[in-house]
């Protein structure tokens, strides 16, 4: 992943992270901290997220109930959780991929070439 953020907004974003889950931040209120667009998907800022954890190796989780938002993960528990979330996000994803791919060679003279991905 090539590194797109400063060094100093990285560590920005660490700053305005608190541990644990019972304490994230929601995506909205941390976009508005870092001076980010709050609209949409809030794109600038989960990409900076997703550099601070490929690149720095830092500990960010994500939670979807309450308190909904972004957290320094504290705890193995948390840790399990969030990559609970994250596998089941990706067995979605990929149900879905299935079937559009299905769909599609079976509706159309031209297939495609990708194969079904196997996830356990």
Known sequence: ???????TERKKLLKYL??????????????????????????KLRTLIKECIEHDKDLIGAATGKPAGFFLISSL????????????????D?????????SWNKSKKNHTRRSILRIR
Do not use: C, H, W
């Not at 992943?1 to 060094?7: A, E, H, I, L, R």
């Not at 990559?83 to 067995?91: A, G, H, I, M």
């Open 1 to 7: 992943m090539p590194v797109t953020f400063s060094n």
């Open 18 to 43: 608190y541990k644990g889950r019972a304490n994230a931040i929601g995506a909205k209120k941390l976009a508005t901290a870092m001076g980010y667009p709050i609209g949409g998907n809030q794109v």
């Open 77 to 92: 528990n948390e840790l399990e959780e969030y990559l609970d979330s994250l596998e089941n996000r990706t067995r979605s």
């Open 94 to 102: 990929n149900t879905r991929r299935t079937a559009l791919l299905t």
